[in-house]
């Protein structure tokens, strides 16, 4: 049976509704409703991840954090160009191709390039993006090298 439940997170900003994903509503569609077959209190037995999987797919993701930091790495040193490529550029999606020519980024990477924060401009953070870079690259290092053991 369909129920209604009082939620918080089924509103956003100006009361409109929020057109969320059912995974991520809580089990709840974007109407608010509460779905009987995405019911949390229902567990459904599952494949456990072996520890072989799990690492690789830590590494998977290493591996792409890592990459979105040598993004931001490269557009932190060449920030300059960056402030006339988003000067330059007409609309978000121009920006992006942009981006993307000028540092030689991935969609994804001119994107996180685009929505990075303005005080990462500063000494402090940019020292903190790179050796937050160092620590992923040393992350993963190790983690290859305990696998190829």
Known sequence: RWRREPDANHMRRGGR???APTALSGGRGPTGWAL?????????????QTPASEAAQEETNLVGRSALLEALCAALDRRREVIEVLEAAEDPDSAVRSMQSTLDLKPEEARAVLDMQLL?????????TAAELAEAHLRLHTMRQESAE
């Open 17 to 19: 509704r929020q057109t």
């Open 36 to 48: 009987p077959w995405c019911d949390d209190s229902v567990k459904t037995p599952g494949k456990k």
């Open 120 to 128: 990462r401009l500063t000494a402090a953070q940019r020292e903190k």
